[in-house]
Nanobody, 122 residues
């Protein structure tokens, strides 16, 4: 099972920053590409960012480019999402999930965690 646990969410003012963490439980994260997704109230879940297993390739949805940075520390079995210049439209529950691949393509694990809530509001 490719179970991941998200943490680091919270309430932040517009323009603020948060750093989310995604920790692997019971498996070696280094073999898998990892994606961050988010779901806003009343909206479908959307992909936010993804990082290849080695960390050498990343991609982002257009709305977060230049503001969010995905990274990973395979020695710590953890992936991070640094979110800067946050906007109210970034509000939602953020999830991380493993791809059955070293690249950000193909099938995604169905092991979705609880997610972590990010609320951007003044």
């Amino acid at each position: 099972q490719l179970q991941l646990v998200e943490s680091g969410g919270g309430l932040v003012q517009p323009g603020g920053s948060l750093r989310l963490s995604c920790a692997a439980s019971g498996f070696t994260l280094a073999y898998y590409a990892i994606g961050w997704f988010r779901q806003a109230p009343g909206k479908e879940r959307e992909g936010v960012a993804c990082i290849s297993s080695s960390g050498g390739s990343t991609n982002y949805t257009d709305s977060v480019k230049g503001r969010f940075t995905i990274s990973r520390d395979n020695a710590k079995n953890t992936v991070f999402l640094q979110m800067n210049s946050l906007k109210p439209e970034d509000t939602g529950v953020y999830y991380c999930v493993a791809y059955y691949n070293t690249r950000c393509s193909g099938y995604i694990s169905d092991q979705w965690g609880q997610g972590t809530q990010v609320t951007v509001s003044s």
